[in-house]
């Protein structure tokens, strides 16, 4: 039944020809959809008998009504149970960068002896490594399984489209190849960003590494640093903003929609409520920190 209500509520969308649910816009492109494919189709129940008349049914109290049905909540746990592990990797790595990184910043500032500073540098410097390792081992591997899944997704489509399956079929399989995409796409996100950074402060964080590179060359022999030891820690910085540049783009991506958004809007293409809503979307992913 579940299955069958899922199909009866997804439509290809005309646009950008991607599965979404039925309503005013597609939740893909943020174009509108046309009248027949933006009504809900209604849900098969069988006739129940008719109540007797005057017999008012007792009213649910507000708060008893906000709480979601039991199934509800047992179909949303897995979801963060799903992102626990990459989660929980890239915390530990979050933690182990950020005192990395205020450790090089008590020693341009010659609050800590450079002994010291040596010795909790390797210390931290040996766990991202091993850490880091794994991260890059599990990007490869989800990313393998994604491209696979959208090269079957796009075979599915032309198999479609030259009606060597139904419509009906196309969905059902399409359901299942989107279900494990949705699934896979938020470990990645997650594991691209080993520092825990909102998409916002990607920009000024990079720029924050480049000056700590420039200060450590700089600086480095005046605060006890040898030439190998300076030479280690800005490939390290280096090496860090290296692999920001993934979210760069991303973040970089988000500007450049936000501003072709608003001149389709100030030529009148897009109306207003199309406009703040399809903002508001990608507004809200330069918060994330996935």
């Given at each position: ?68 049905p039991?199934a ?159 030479s ?11 692999a ?30 199309e ?16």
């Open positions: 039944m579940n299955m069958a209500l899922a199909l009866l509520n997804r439509v290809v969308c005309p646009h950008c020809k991607r599965l979404t649910l039925r309503g005013k816009y597609c939740m893909n492109c943020g174009k509108e959809l046309p009248a027949e494919l933006s009504i809900e189709m209604p849900t098969p129940q069988a006739t129940p008998p008719q109540p007797p008349e005057e017999q008012p049914s007792p009213t649910m109290p507000a708060a008893q009504q906000a709480v979601p039991p509800l909540q047992a179909a949303e746990a897995p979801v963060a149970e799903d992102v626990a592990e990459e989660r929980k990797l890239v915390e530990q790595l979050s933690k182990l960068h950020t005192w990395s990184l205020k450790l090089i910043d008590l020693l341009l500032t010659k609050e800590v002896p450079i002994n010291v500073f040596k010795e909790l540098y390797e210390e931290y410097r040996s766990r991202i490594t091993t850490l880091d390792q794994k991260r890059v081992d599990s990007i490869n591997r989800i990313s393998e399984r994604i491209r696979d899944l959208t090269q079957k997704s796009e075979s599915l489509k032309i198999r479609h489209e030259v009606n060597e399956i139904s419509d009906r079929d196309y969905i059902r399989q399409k359901i299942e190849l989107d279900k494990e995409l949705t699934r896979l796409r938020p470990k990645l996100s997650i594991l691209q960003n080993p520092l825990e950074i909102r998409l916002a402060d990607i920009p000024s964080f990079t720029e924050s590494l480049a000056n700590k590179i420039q200060n450590v060359r700089s600086e480095g022999k005046q605060v006890g640093l040898d030439d190998e030891a300076t280690l820690i800005i490939n390290d910085l280096q090496s860090l903003l290296d920001c540049q993934g979210l760069v783009k991303q973040h970089e991506k988000i500007q450049h929609e936000i501003k072709k958004l608003e001149t389709r809007y100030k030529i009148g293409e897009l109306k207003q409520d406009y703040l809503a399809q903002r508001q979307r990608l507004e809200r992913q330069l918060e994330l920190t996935f």
